[in-house]
């Protein structure tokens, strides 16, 4: 074991402050990674501040992790010393269920392993995340990271830019489609980047009319504010593929009626309530309502190369570790273009 500094929480209503801890040293198998950045996820928060039940305490967040390898285990194939390496949202899961088997560990019969705040069955206490400046991490849940990109701006592909490419692979979006990208904020803008990137014609919904530039210059075909009942009356029926990153409460009838027939609406935002569907909005168009959780390890690994292929990063704002509960408030007021991203060599200085 060797000791490791860190950001964490120590109750629900307790800022995060500097917090000492011990991370376990390499096993065999095991990958260390020097963190060089760390994005802020709204799942950091919602942890951190005990709105999701099971936050336990001393909490340290962070799943959008890239770094540097300093040391690996003897039986460790894919990595070396000097190494880019990134972590996401999961550090291991059974591997002997259906789901693993199939490479879709996120859905794990048994239970991925989160990053962060979840039984670790190395040191059979919790797990901690990436507001610290090592982790530990068997090879099989590190990923490799695109040498041409901005490193920090990598960071939040790892859970924002998985989360909306995997869907869009899933239902094979791509060129001859019509997509529409539903709230552009930290999942919205990414959705963005990669639909355009997957050569669909994209069709950006928002709320705000501030925000109609940046989805252009995102990569957004056309903008519809949808403040007025008539904005969306002009798309109705027309859209292949919507993907619903919206977290707040929401009409999603209006966005139902938009598909073609066998159109599909993927919800990768989680709204606080349940939200309300007519079924016929379905039943008349033989549409689909659907979920997504993040991607297994292939595919985000596949995720990040299709970003160095094309480009693609998250827009950040770059901080201080000890502006972390600053961000938090301003992440509530949506108050980021588009994703916080914690500078780690801060955490010293801190």
């Given at each position: ?134 982790i530990v991490v068997d090879e099989a849940f590190v990923l490799r990271l695109p040498e041409n990109l901005d490193l920090a701006a990598v960071a939040p592909l790892l859970c924002a830019g998985i989360t ?187």
């Amino acid at each position: 074991m060797f000791i490791c500094t860190g950001y964490a929480a120590q109750s629900s209503d307790a800022p995060l402050a500097p917090h000492s801890f011990q991370r376990r040293d390499p096993g065999p198998t095991d990958v260390e990674i020097e963190i060089l950045y760390c994005g802020v996820c709204h799942s950091d928060l919602h942890t951190a501040r005990g709105e999701w039940p099971g936050t336990v305490y001393p909490n340290i967040p962070g799943h959008e992790i890239v770094g540097r390898v300093r040391r690996v285990g003897a039986e460790v194939k894919a990595f070396k010393v000097g190494d880019l390496a990134g972590v996401g949202c999961m550090v291991d899961s059974c591997r002997t269920c259906s789901s693993c088997v199939e490479g879709l560990e996120q859905y794990c019969l048994v239970g991925n392993t989160g990053t962060y705040n979840a039984p670790d069955k190395h040191t059979g206490g919790v797990t901690y995340g990436g507001y610290s400046k090592a982790i530990v991490v068997d090879e099989a849940f590190v990923l490799r990271l695109p040498e041409n990109l901005d490193l920090a701006a990598v960071a939040p592909l790892l859970c924002a830019g998985i989360t909306t490419y995997s869907p869009m692979r899933h239902w094979k979006v791509g060129p001859g489609q019509t997509v529409g990208i539903v709230g552009l904020g930290g999942l919205g803008h990414m959705g963005v980047k990669i639909a355009h990137a997957l050569g669909a014609k994209v069709v950006m919904f928002t709320t705000s009319e501030s925000k109609r530039g940046d989805a252009m210059r995102l990569g957004a075909d056309e903008v519809v504010v949808t403040r007025g009942p008539e904005a969306m009356k002009p798309w109705a029926g027309k859209l292949d593929f919507i993907l619903d990153a919206v977290s707040a409460d929401h009409d999603i009838n209006a966005y139902l009626a938009l598909l073609k027939r066998d159109g599909t609406l993927v919800q990768v935002g989680a709204p606080p309530s349940p939200l309300s569907v007519q079924v016929s909005n379905l039943i008349m168009g033989r549409r689909r309502f659907a979920g997504s959780l993040i991607g297994g390890i292939a595919e985000t690994q596949e995720m990040l190369d299709f970003c160095g292929k094309h480009g693609i990063t998250a827009d950040i704002e770059m901080i201080p570790i000890d502006k972390v509960n600053e961000a938090y408030d301003r992440m509530l007021k949506s108050d980021v273009k588009y994703r916080f991203v914690i500078d780690m060599a801060t955490l010293a200085a801190a």
